[in-house]
């Protein structure tokens, strides 16, 4: 069975900068993909950043050059640090895992945690 926790979501001002975590615990098989989604209400969850247990990283169109992900090599732990935060990035983010190294499909979810930018 595979948990992902994720904090640090909150409330922010247009400009500042968040960082979001997440924890996975698995008992198992090791996580190799981990990514960020993130969903608005009346909207299909897009994916936002992905990593691979090697350090391979895929981002969105919308978070390249503000968002960088992060994990450290060979644990089931990512960071994301979301900088230059703008009105449009409130929404709720799930952090997502997988078994498999493919950046673009995941088979667990965490609960997701709500960020709000606005002044």
């Known amino acids: 069975q595979v948990q992902l926790v994720e904090s640090g979501g909150g409330l922010v001002q247009p400009g500042e900068s968040l960082t979001l975590s997440c924890a996975a615990s698995?008992?198992?098989?090791?996580?190799?993909?981990m990514g960020w989604y993130r969903q608005v209400p009346g909207k299909e969850r897009e994916l936002v950043a992905g990593?691979?247990?090697?350090?391979?990283?895929k981002y969105s169109d919308s978070a390249k050059g503000r968002f960088d992900i992060s994990r450290r090599l060979g644990e089931n732990t990512m960071t994301r640090q979301m900088n230059r935060l703008k009105p449009e990035d409130t929404a709720v983010y799930f952090c997502?895992?997988?078994?498999?190294?493919?950046?673009?499909?995941?088979?667990?979810w965490g609960q997701g945690t709500q960020v709000t930018v606005s002044s």
């Open positions: 997502a895992g997988s078994y498999y190294y493919n950046l673009d499909e995941y088979e667990f």
């Open positions: 698995t008992d198992r098989f090791a996580i190799n993909a």
């Open positions: 990593i691979s247990s090697g350090g391979r990283t």
